[in-house]
């Protein structure tokens, strides 16, 4: 008995010393956030989830080439307060939405606004956006 108790204590600090790493939070290094991309988009999926909020459209070009864009918000219980809910997009809502790029030029990015199909605006948790609200609070 004593010689399973050891075997699953080693199990479970194994397991969480390999997992620490997930914890880690990944820099904003990826985005430019000097720029600001705003484009129409037909949405595909919406994640609803930790750590962050996942916003995938199809944007169709001038020329017929679709691109799917991945972009990315803050964890749900951040964006609640902004009006964000789980219900926010549904497969097939277009949308006016304007992220922050990744500098790398791949579809990726972080949301600014999104403009629902109502007319109702959403904010975003990018660096823009929270220096803007700071800003606006009067917190520098």
Known sequence: MKAR???????????????APLLAHHGNA??????SVTMKGTVTEWWWANPHCLLMYDVKADNGDVAHWI??????????PAGWSKDSFKP?????????????????????TVVLPNGKTLIGQSQKTLQQKDASEGHN
Not at 30 to 35: F, I, L, P, V
Request: hydrophobic content about 45%.
């Open 30 to 35: 990826a985005y430019d956030s000097t720029k």
């Open 71 to 80: 972009t990315e918000t803050q964890a749900p219980i951040n964006m609640i």
């Open 5 to 19: 108790f050891s075997l699953i204590l080693s199990l479970a600090i194994a397991l969480l010393v390999g997992s």
């Open 92 to 112: 097939g809502d277009v949308v006016t939405i304007t992220v922050e790029p990744a500098k790398s030029g791949k579809p990726i990015g972080r949301i600014e």
